[in-house]
Structure formats: structure tokens, C-alpha cells
């Protein structure tokens, strides 16, 4: 497998952080060797909300959506590491968390694709255009993780 090191978007949705389920969540990030370089916690706003779903305007469950999203507190992330969207969605399982796989968030946490309480990117390019709507450049907080060697080491 082509080396990628990637960043993402990850968001702990509303039930998420209703739930007191942001450590949980993090946490299987960070076991997995994933890293943790931005963060914020925020109510956001129509405008925000909007963009973030565009693709999925004009949809049925679109104001719904938009209406959950924008109620309470969600907890914006980015998680960086070699094919790191790819292992976040496998990390996050399927949408539907009745057919997310046992282990990850959503088979473990949830039974609902309308509270499903993670959202990931699912594309470089959509990682590229989320990252760069819900954080400033400066927010972003690169470091060097001392085991890199030892999750990302080839022999
Ligand atoms: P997320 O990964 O945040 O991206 C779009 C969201 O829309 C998705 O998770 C679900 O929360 C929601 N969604 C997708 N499909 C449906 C659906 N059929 N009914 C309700 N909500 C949906």
C-alpha cells in the first residue's frame, strides 16, 4: 500500500456530546495510533450547517438534519495519520449503525442513521473542503508523534 498521510474531519454530533461520549470516541482514535492535531467544541450555526451538508440538500431527511445539527454543542476534530480516512471511517462503521460492523462507534453506541453521532470525510477531497470550513489554518496544530515509528514503521 502507497504511503498517504492524510488528515480528516471528524465531529462528535450533538448525541455524542449529549451522551458524554466524546472521551469514548476519541479514545478508540487514539489507541488505533491516529493523531489528534485540532479540536474545538462549538454550537453551530445555520450557515455552517448548510455547507457542511450541502451535498445532501434537497434530500428528505436534509432539514431534519440541519435542524439536529445546529441544537446543541458539537466537538470538531482532525485526525491525521497514514490512511487516515479510510481507518477513521472504519474506525466510525457504516452510516447506518445497524449495518456498521461490531467494534466500531456505530455498531457499539448507536441504532440510528439519523443519531448516528460521528460524521467522518469520506473522500481526500471532501477532507480537504471540511478541514478547511470548520477550522483556520492556525488552528490546526501539527506535531511529531514519537510513535510514529512504531504504528507507521515499514520493514
Ligand atoms: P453523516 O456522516 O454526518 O453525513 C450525513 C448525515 O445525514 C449522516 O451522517 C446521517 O446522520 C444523516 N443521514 C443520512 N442518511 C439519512 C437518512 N436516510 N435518514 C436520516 N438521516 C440520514
Same mark, same amino acid.
Given at each position: ?6 488528515? @480528516?474531519?471528524v465531529?462528535?454530533?450533538?448525541? *455524542?456530546?449529549? !451522551?458524554?461520549?466524546? *472521551?469514548? /470516541? ?16 462549538l454550537?453551530v ?12 440538500? #434537497? ?9 439536529? /445539527? ?22 466510525? #462503521? ?8 461490531? #467494534?466500531s ?20 477531497? @471532501?477532507?480537504? !473542503?471540511? /478541514? ?18 512504531? /504504528?507507521? #514503521?515499514?520493514?
Open positions: 500500500m502507497e504511503e498517504a498521510f492524510e488528515k @480528516t474531519l465531529l462528535v454530533k450533538p448525541d *455524542g456530546v449529549q !451522551r458524554k461520549l466524546i *472521551g469514548t /470516541i476519541t479514545n478508540r482514535f487514539e489507541e488505533r495510533g491516529l493523531q489528534l492535531v485540532a479540536a474545538k467544541m454550537l450555526n445555520k450557515e455552517l450547517a448548510e455547507k457542511h451538508y450541502q451535498e445532501h440538500k #434537497g434530500k428528505s431527511f436534509y432539514n431534519g438534519l440541519i435542524k439536529y /445539527i445546529t441544537s446543541a454543542p458539537t466537538m470538531a476534530m482532525v485526525w491525521a495519520g497514514e490512511h487516515a480516512i479510510e481507518a477513521v471511517r472504519q474506525t466510525v #462503521g457504516k452510516t447506518n449503525p445497524l449495518e456498521a460492523a461490531p #467494534g462507534i456505530r455498531h457499539d453506541f448507536a441504532l440510528l442513521t439519523s443519531r448516528n453521532l460521528v460524521h467522518a470525510s469520506d473522500s481526500v477531497e @471532501t477532507a480537504e !473542503r471540511e /478541514i478547511a470550513l470548520w477550522f483556520k489554518e492556525e488552528e490546526i496544530c501539527e506535531w511529531a508523534d514519537h510513535h510514529h515509528e512504531l /504504528i507507521f #514503521g515499514k520493514n
